[in-house]
């Protein structure tokens, strides 16, 4: 089920998706059958143009692997992906025993990017910034020559950087200018759709605020649809219309991002509101909080019926035998949770 | 600071000074700072500012060379850490002085099992058997919440969740019953519904054992609600100290007010435009003149490029390293 806001077409759907990924069975390293963990199962949003999705959760839940399926950089198990009218999902292909991308595929990679969470992993350490930006325009044979040297020197611009900075290589910069540099290269073909997965959990406080004011105003000023994965729900709330909560391979609830904060239903989003601390000591230390027992289940072998049942503080005899479906409780706030009415 | 008899640990003019080949770099310069029992002081900065080298040096814990030894004074149980011969150290630490890090996995040792490292500590510190060291390790497991303790403890870290681990590590840092204990971003590698489970765990042992904690973070949230009194490092140094309703409310320095505008919070309106602080933080090997944190400063004068600001006091428990604070203070 996707819920499309009345203002615009969407520009990517998301419908019943799942990823799955191999995994020894239990037994070993000697095991010789292969089980399975759904990394992702049953997931399904939309996305308007100009919008932006946030997706948190704790690790393990699911949203890195949303975000790398939705830009077909995993094939997912199942489930479709349509983005701007197109079914990506569709563009793959065998070749000698893998998947690989069909020619459709990889002309739209002009139009899907991705910004990743590491600064210090993702440039790579031997290329100057200027390689480094031109690689995704030679791929796709955008500008040459000087014109290509232009052209990376104003995408350094729209990031907040001096172009004389082309000749240095990513170790010369810090972690807050290494992302800047990481999210030049997510521009450079000029994309609609950019999936950030934790592109400021790696950064100083103080930077973190820079990259997020960065990312709003590219949002505004080229029109960009962002998927804005992390797992610091205060941030994602910043930069977010509508925020997803997963949790283990599942959406629990979806809803603006605003009703998420004031008005959550799902007794897992409202356990991960109470547990954001306060910067503010008499309301921190006056507030009510829901601190959960346990752990995150293991995703090889998750709980049957609600995946949260086992740390939920409401569980009924119900959550342990049957799975709650995504369902909407008022126009736009979607919660899974059988004690929601 | 005055000294009161509560005091257990107080920390003066503590300087740790790394040569590297970029030249000198001066880590931690000048941090003086004290815990009363049963207290906790929350020492904030950002990557780089000296507050885990700070805490790695009370205790002595960093490698020298590259580091030069720290100077200054560290005054506990009458004694001064800085000079103490190691022999003597190494009774305290694991004992009376404990320290749990940010990334368990790391501090654990991945070969030896969660109980042959819980036991070692009671049996060198205290002289315990095997025996009454197992039992007061399972009781210890036991009380920071790790379920079937009496079989987890024969389990190597590895086969613990993060949570758990730092579980492992807080149990660990906790059995002697420290009077300090340093915590180093303890739940910075954790979930937030993990953090919000182990920052109360810390804060119920800390009530029942009276340890003092000196927490060390970068994040406000986490200090708001745990720590009693606030110390805000930048470059090497403490800028701003205070309680922490001083310091929340009424931040002197222009970075504190900075950190605080620039955190995104979850009770504020939505999708306002955050207040970021400009700049990066220093290169410590190339500092600048005067206030270091002057080429990022709003309110940065002629004075705060020539020279370090004084201090200002604000209350006998607050106060901050400005020269332009008098103005908003």
């Known amino acids: 089920m996707t819920v499309v806001p009345a203002k615009a077409a969407p520009l990517l759907i998301v419908d019943d998706l799942a990823v799955r990924f191999p995994v020894p069975r239990a037994g070993g390293w000697l095991?010789?059958?292969?089980?399975?963990?759904?990394?992702?199962?049953?997931?399904?949003?939309?996305?308007?143009?100009?919008?932006?999705?946030?997706?948190?959760?704790?690790?393990?839940?699911?949203?890195?692997?949303?975000?790398?399926?939705?830009?077909?950089?995993?094939?997912?198990?199942a489930g479709k992906v349509i983005f701007d009218g197109e079914p990506i999902h569709e563009y793959w292909r065998r070749q000698g025993g893998r998947w690989v991308w069909e020619s459709r595929l990889r002309d739209l990679r002009k139009r899907l990017q991705m910004i990743f969470q590491d600064p210090f992993a993702s440039l790579n350490p031997r290329m100057t910034v200027e390689a480094i930006l031109a690689e995704p325009l030679r791929n796709f044979g955008i500008a040459a020559?000087?014109?290509?040297?232009?052209?990376?020197?104003?995408?350094?611009q729209t990031v907040g950087m001096d172009p004389r900075a082309i000749r240095r290589y990513p170790h010369e910069f810090s972690g807050g200018q290494r992302q800047r540099i990481g999210?030049?290269?997510?521009?450079?073909?000029?994309?609609?759709?950019?999936?950030?997965?934790?592109?400021?959990?790696?950064?100083?406080?103080?930077?973190?605020?820079?990259?997020?004011?960065?990312?709003?105003?590219?949002?505004?000023?080229?029109?960009?649809?962002?998927?804005?994965?992390?797992?610091?729900?205060?941030a994602v709330r910043h930069i977010s219309d509508r925020i997803a909560v997963m949790y283990l391979g599942r959406i629990v609830e979806m809803a603006p991002a605003q009703t998420i904060i004031d008005q959550p239903r799902h007794p897992y989003t409202q356990?991960?509101?109470?547990?954001?601390?306060?910067?503010?000591?008499?309301?921190?230390?006056?507030?009510?909080?829901?601190?959960?027992?346990?752990?995150?289940?293991?995703?090889?072998?998750?709980?049957?019926?609600?995946?949260?049942?086992?740390?939920?503080?409401?569980?009924?005899?119900?959550?342990?035998?049957?799975?709650?479906?995504?369902?909407?409780?008022?126009?736009?706030?979607?919660?899974?949770?059988?004690?929601?009415? | 600071m005055a000294t009161t008899t509560d005091t257990v640990l107080e920390v003066c003019d503590l300087r740790t000074h790394f040569h590297t080949d970029d030249g000198l770099v001066k880590a931690v310069d000048g941090v003086s700072f004290s815990v009363r029992r049963g207290e906790t002081l929350g020492l904030v900065g950002e990557s780089g500012s000296g507050k885990s080298v700070a805490c790695l040096s009370a205790l002595r814990l960093v490698p020298t060379p590259p580091a030069a030894h720290p100077s200054g004074v560290i005054r506990f149980a009458g004694?001064?850490?800085?000079?103490?011969?190691?022999?003597?150290?190494?009774?305290?630490?694991?004992?009376?002085?404990?320290?749990?890090?940010?990334?368990?996995?790391?501090?654990?040792?991945?070969?030896?099992?969660?109980?042959?490292?819980?036991?070692?500590?009671?049996?060198?510190?205290?002289?315990?058997?095997?025996?009454?060291?197992?039992?007061?390790?399972?009781?210890?497991?036991?009380?920071?919440?790790?379920?079937?303790a009496g079989q987890r403890i024969d389990q190597y870290p590895h086969q613990f969740s993060g949570g758990m681990r730092q579980r492992v590590m807080i149990a660990m840092a906790l059995l002697c019953g420290p009077e300090v204990l340093f915590a180093d971003e303890p739940t910075t590698a954790l979930d937030v519904t993990i953090q919000a489970q182990i920052l109360d765990l810390i804060g119920e042992l800390q009530a029942s054992l009276g340890t003092a904690v000196v927490l060390v973070t970068h994040d406000l949230g986490v200090v708001a609600g745990t720590a009693d009194r606030v110390a805000v490092m930048y470059a090497g140094r403490i800028v701003e100290e205070g309680t922490t309703a001083e310091v929340f409310a009424n931040p002197l320095h222009p970075y504190t007010q900075g950190l605080l505008a620039s955190m995104p919070r979850i009770d504020t309106p939505s999708r306002q435009r955050l207040a970021a602080i400009p700049g990066l933080p220093p290169d410590l090997g190339q500092l600048p003149s005067g206030c270091p944190f002057h080429p990022r400063c709003q309110q940065a004068g002629d004075r705060c490029r020539q020279a370090y600001p004084e201090v200002v006091i604000a209350s006998p428990t607050h106060r901050a390293a400005c020269w332009e604070t008098e103005a908003v203070s």
């Open chain 1, 145 to 156: 020559g000087s014109q290509r040297r232009e052209r990376i020197q104003q995408l350094l």
């Open chain 2, 79 to 148: 004694k001064d850490l800085l000079t103490l011969p190691e022999r003597d150290l190494e009774r305290l630490r694991g004992n009376r002085l404990a320290m749990i890090f940010q990334d368990p996995l790391t501090a654990l040792n991945p070969y030896l099992s969660v109980g042959r490292q819980l036991t070692e500590v009671l049996e060198v510190h205290e002289g315990a058997t095997p025996a009454a060291a197992r039992r007061a390790a399972i009781e210890m497991l036991t009380r920071v919440g790790i379920p079937a």
């Open chain 1, 271 to 341: 356990a991960l509101i109470s547990a954001v601390p306060l910067p503010d000591p008499a309301r921190e230390r006056s507030r009510q909080r829901t601190i959960l027992t346990g752990e995150l289940p293991s995703p090889v072998s998750p709980p049957s019926g609600c995946p949260f049942h086992t740390r939920c503080p409401l569980r009924e005899e119900r959550c342990r035998h049957d799975v709650p479906v995504l369902q909407q409780i008022t126009p736009g706030h979607q919660v899974a949770c059988h004690l929601v009415e």
């Open chain 1, 31 to 77: 095991a010789q059958r292969q089980g399975e963990v759904r990394a992702v199962d049953g997931v399904s949003f939309s996305v308007a143009k100009g919008e932006t999705l946030g997706l948190v959760g704790e690790s393990g839940c699911g949203k890195s692997t949303t975000g790398r399926a939705v830009l077909q950089l995993l094939r997912p198990a």
């Open chain 1, 183 to 234: 999210i030049a290269r997510a521009l450079a073909l000029g994309p609609d759709l950019i999936v950030a997965d934790e592109p400021i959990s790696a950064l100083d406080v103080s930077i973190q605020a820079q990259i997020i004011n960065l990312l709003a105003d590219l949002r505004e000023r080229l029109g960009l649809t962002l998927i804005f994965i992390a797992h610091d729900l205060a």
